[in-house]
């Protein structure tokens, strides 16, 4: 079974039915010679006690799909590269809300790169196989979705533009959704206006219709019968009870400001919940249950205090940014430092400069090529309050700290100004919201304190929405709480002159255009005033 559409310059070929027959979905999407394969299994019923929902996604390159055999003394891939790990998250992010609430059956998504045409990047079609796999195999999702690349050359936006393209191009956007929302966003641009950003993910959503048609034609003559999949109803009564014994409670803990006070106080009152209402008896409910209740209030707690336009849980207004304090030349020894605080997140940032021997080469399947610009995020458990394993980064640390490495390349002087190698570590020595966003700001000033000629000062802000309804609220410089509870995560980077990374994660339907205007301008009224702070700081 095959479904072909032109996607910008490309033809983009879906074909099921052939190959890995035994997977609960299997595609094998083809752009212009780069073929990928998209398997998708789900267990048939979830583990008992579960209470999260396990989704695994595995993009994994095959050094053969380029002509080539793995250099070194193992002639086997081995861990997973920081692309790999990239497009993972890529995959996972906009399909992870699809899935319905209260589906707690494992779902594995692999997608593998088997032929590759160095001009065309694999995480477009390993998105669009994902897509098309989970669509056709049965599992309840809200799919299918599209995804699309978007570059902007010479005043114009290009649909999946080749990497040769790219290298004019002033945006590399990735943009994915549904046929009526866009989910998620990620890009990095050369100091580029909110207009021309909310554009380009207009025009992504628009052209990506395409591939979700093909998809849909492709489940009408190839999909599995849908699995008879319910989620379990809600006991009302047993939602009574929860009000009636901590809501008075919970709602008093919600005005607590400080996170480490305020979070020992939830978790006590949930503990007591939990504690009265799981007696063991026959019928009594069990902790699980009573957990995601106890969620579900927390949630309504928060956000129906912030759209009835009382102050949110630290005291601030919507649009108000969290008190910031930032000191460069921290560090003795180091060649640049710096340490930005911003309410309870903090970052200690560290710039060291090496020559061209110490820039990193990267062995990609595309070809080996040397990158002069690091940065590295790490977040120890220390940083919330909390004990926990140190060692590896893990995917999260990965995506940030690439996110931060995005919202500062275009800042940096050309190579035959500085021909120096840069590295920046941002160590995360608080968190309570938004520490990519500290790294933007803290990798800054580090490298403007170890002597960097940067073409402007960058700063980063995260945004938050809830929304109910017709009613929505734009948060400026959410909290953890806020972004654990909200409905989107918008992380916005730039200089004076605009932005420089956008990354969006969207977890409901129908974002409109305004809302993410409205969203863009409040950001940039935030980024102009940290910039402000951090040129008094730096002058």
């Not at 048609?213 to 019968?225: R, T």
């Not at 102050?311 to 003795?332: F, K, N």
């Not at 945004?463 to 972004?483: C, P, W, Y």
């Not at 994660?505 to 102009?528: H, P, S």
Request: charged share 20%.
């Amino acid at each position: 079974m095959k479904k072909t559409f032109a996607y910008g310059d490309h033809q983009v070929t879906i074909e099921t039915g052939e190959v890995a027959r035994q997977a609960g979905g299997a595609v094998v999407v083809s752009m212009e010679e780069t073929v990928v394969l998209v398997t998708v299994v789900g267990a048939k019923s979830a583990k008992p006690g579960q209470d999260f929902f396990p989704l695994t996604v595995d993009y994994q390159e095959k050094v053969y799909a380029a002509g080539r055999i793995p250099g070194g003394f193992f002639k086997r891939e081995g861990r997973p590269s920081e692309k790999e790990t990239l497009t993972s998250r890529l995959i996972d992010r906009p399909i992870r809300p699809l899935f319905p609430e209260g589906f707690y059956n494992e779902v594995q998504v692999v997608a593998t790169v088997v032929s590759l045409n160095p001009e065309v990047d694999s995480d477009i079609p390993a998105m669009i196989g994902a897509s098309a796999a989970l669509a056709i195999s049965g599992i309840p999702f809200a799919g299918p979705i599209g995804a699309a690349r978007v570059g902007y050359i010479n005043g114009q936006y290009v649909l999946c533009p080749t990497l040769s393209q790219l290298k004019d191009s002033q945006l590399d956007l990735v943009v994915a959704g549904t046929e009526a929302a866009v989910l998620m966003v990620e890009s990095e641009a050369d100091q580029l206006s909110e207009e021309v950003m909310l554009g380009a993910v207009v025009f992504g959503h628009t052209e990506m219709q395409k591939a979700i048609n093909a998809i849909n034609e492709l489940v009408e003559e190839a999909g599995k019968p849908e699995w008879e999949w319910q989620a379990p109803a809600k006991d009302e009564a047993l939602v009574a009870r929860l009000k009636d014994l901590v809501g008075a409670k919970l709602e008093e803990a919600y005005s607590i400001t400080s996170k480490q006070t305020r979070s020992q106080t939830v978790k006590a009152i949930a503990a007591e919940a939990v504690a009265a209402l799981c007696t063991g008896e026959e019928g009594a409910p069990d902790a699980n249950t009573v957990g995601n209740l106890f969620f579900e209030m927390e949630a309504a707690i928060v956000r129906g205090r912030i759209l009835s336009g009382q102050p949110r849980i630290d005291g601030r207004d919507t649009r108000t940014v969290r008190p910031i304090t930032m000191r460069s030349g921290v560090l003795p020894r180091t060649h640049g430092s710096a340490l930005f605080t911003r309410g309870e997140t903090q970052a200690l940032a560290v710039a060291t400069l090496g020559t061209n021997r110490d820039e990193q080469i990267i062995d990609a399947l595309a070809g080996e090529y040397r990158d002069r610009f690091m940065l590295h995020y790490n977040m120890p458990p220390y940083a919330t309050g909390e004990c926990g394993r140190v060692g590896t980064p893990k995917r999260r640390e990965i995506g940030h700290g690439r996110l931060a490495k995005r919202a500062l390349l275009a800042v940096l002087p050309a190579p035959e100004d500085f021909s120096y190698s840069m590295r920046v570590v941002s160590e995360i020595t608080e968190s309570n919201g938004s520490s990519s966003m500290a790294s933007v700001c803290g990798g800054c000033l580090a490298l403007l304190d170890a002597g960097v000629p940067l073409k402007a000062h960058v700063a980063g802000i995260a945004m938050g929405l809830i929304k109910d309804g017709n009613r929505f609220a734009v948060l400026t410089d959410i909290l953890g709480d806020e972004d654990h509870l909200g409905d989107m995560d918008f992380k916005v980077a730039g200089s004076t002159a605009g932005i420089t990374a956008l990354q969006m994660d969207i977890k409901i339907q129908g974002i409109t255009k305004e809302i993410m205007q409205v969203a863009l301008a409040q950001a940039k009224e935030a980024r102009l005033h940290i910039l402000g702070l951090m040129q008094e700081s730096t002058a």
